[in-house]
C-alpha cells in the first residue's frame, strides 16, 4: 500500500507540474515518443521479415504458375497473405486507432484475381517487405549504434590494434580526443533516435494503414453488427447500473431517512413529558441521519467518484490501492487525459478488479498499470493469487465469466466503450486482467 501511495503522488505532482513544462520535460516527451516509435519498427520489422519471405514465395508461385505447378500453391499463398494483413491488423491496432479489416477475402484463384481487398493486401506486403522492413531495421540497429559509440571511450584501450571502433567503421582510436570523438558520434545517433524514429514509426505503418482498412465499398456488415452488440452491451450496463443505484437509496439511504422521522416524531411527542427520553430519541435520530448522509456520499461516489476530477486518474488510483486489504503498487504514465467518462470506466474497472484479488484470489501483491498512448488507454492488473478466474477467450465469447466473480460487469463497462479485455488466469497464478480503452477524446 506503501507503494501504492508513493508512486501515485509522484505521478499526480508530474501532472500537476505539467503546465510549466522545462528542457528536462521536453526531452523527458521525447525520449518516451522515441521509445515507444523504436517499439513499433521492431514490431514492424517482425511482419516485414515474414512479409519479405511471403512476397518470394508469391514471385515463385506466379512465375510456376505459368507452367501450372505453382497453381497449386495459389491457396496456400492467398490464406498466408490474408492470415499475415490480419497480424498486421492487429499490431496495428494495438499501437494506434483500431484498423478495421474487410469481410474475408477469397482464397481461390478467380475470385482472388478481381477481389478488391486482395490487391489491396498485395500492394502493402510489397511495400512493407521493401520500405518497412528498412524502417524496421533501422529501428533495431540505431540503439545498438548509439550504446556502442557512446560507450567507445570506456572500452577503447581494450581493443585489439587494427580493429573496427565505430559504427562507421573508423580504425582504433590511438588517444583519447579520438575516443571522446567516436562518443560525440553516438551522442549524434541518440539525437538521430529522438528526432526521427517518430517519423520512422509512421511511414511504417502508413501503408498498413491506408491499404489494409475496410474500403469505402466494403461491406461493413460485421462491424456494423459488432456496433449494434456494444451499443445493447452498453444499455444494460446502464440499466444495471440505474438498478444498483435504486436498490441502494431504496434499502439503505431511504430506511434511514424513515427512521429519522420516525424519532423526531416521537421525540416531538415526549418533549413535554420526558425530556431526558426526546433527548435519547434526538440523538439516536442525528446517528440516522449522519449514517443516511454517509450511504448518500457513498452512492454519489458510485456514480461519478468526485476524486477523479480532483486529483486525476493516477490519484483516484493510488487511493484505491491505499483501501485495498492486498499491497498493491500504482504505475501510471498518462499524460493526455481521457474523456470523463473512459477514466470512470478505468476506475471503476481498477476497483472491481482489486475488490475480487482481496475476497477471491488469496494475493500476496498487486500491480496496476496504467499507460495512455496513440488514443487508447490501456490497464494491466496483475496479482499473484491462486488464479483460476476463468479464460476471457473462452468466457467473453459465452457470455459470462466463471464464479460470479464480477467480470461480466467489467466486460460490459468496457464494451459500452468500444474496448477490449483479455484475461490470463491459470491454475496457481499469475492472474493478469488487460484492458484497452479509446481515450474518447
Known sequence: ???????????????????????????????????????????????????LLLLIWTAVTAVTSL????????????????ALAARERHRLGRRGPEVIGPDPAPTRLRPALVDPTTRRELRWLARHASLGLLLGLGGALLPVLAV?????????????????????????????????????LGLGWTAIIL???????????????????????????????????????????????????????????????????????????????????AEELLERAQSAAEQALSELRSVARGILPP??????????LTGLAASCPVPCRIDVQAPERCAASVEATAYFVVAEALTNIAKHSGARQATVTVRSRGGRLRLDITDDGRGGAGDTSRAARSGG?????????????????????ELASPPGGPTTLKVELPCGL
Open 1 to 51: 500500500m506503501a507503494d501504492g501511495r508513493a508512486v501515485g503522488a509522484r505521478v499526480a505532482g508530474g501532472r500537476a507540474g505539467a503546465g510549466r513544462p522545462g528542457i528536462g520535460a521536453t526531452v523527458g516527451r521525447a525520449a518516451h515518443a522515441a521509445v515507444a516509435a523504436l517499439g513499433e519498427l521492431v514490431g514492424g520489422l517482425g511482419t516485414a521479415l515474414l512479409a
Open 148 to 184: 556502442r559509440d557512446v560507450a567507445f571511450p570506456l572500452y577503447w584501450r581494450l581493443l585489439p590494434e587494427n580493429a573496427t571502433s565505430t559504427s562507421l567503421g573508423i580504425g582504433v582510436a590511438q588517444t583519447w580526443p579520438d575516443a571522446l570523438a567516436a562518443g560525440l
Open 195 to 277: 528526432g526521427l524514429t517518430p517519423g520512422m514509426a509512421r511511414l511504417q505503418a502508413r501503408p498498413g494503414r491506408t491499404l489494409l482498412a475496410a474500403g469505402p465499398d466494403t461491406d461493413l456488415s460485421l462491424r456494423v453488427a459488432e456496433l449494434t452488440a456494444t451499443r445493447a452491451a452498453a444499455l444494460d450496463a446502464h440499466a444495471t447500473e440505474l438498478r444498483r443505484i435504486e436498490r441502494s437509496l431504496h434499502d439503505g439511504t431511504q430506511n434511514r431517512i424513515v427512521t429519522v422521522t420516525v424519532l423526531l416524531g416521537a421525540a416531538r411527542r415526549m418533549v413535554a413529558r420526558d425530556p431526558a427520553g
Open 401 to 421: 465469466e466463471a464464479g460470479g466473480s464480477g467480470l461480466t460487469g467489467i466486460r460490459d463497462r468496457i464494451a459500452a466503450h468500444d474496448g477490449t479485455l
Open 67 to 82: 507452367l501450372g505447378v505453382g497453381l497449386l500453391m495459389v491457396p496456400a499463398v492467398l490464406r498466408a497473405l490474408h
Open 307 to 316: 476524486v477523479l476530477a480532483d486529483r486525476g486518474l493516477a490519484g483516484a
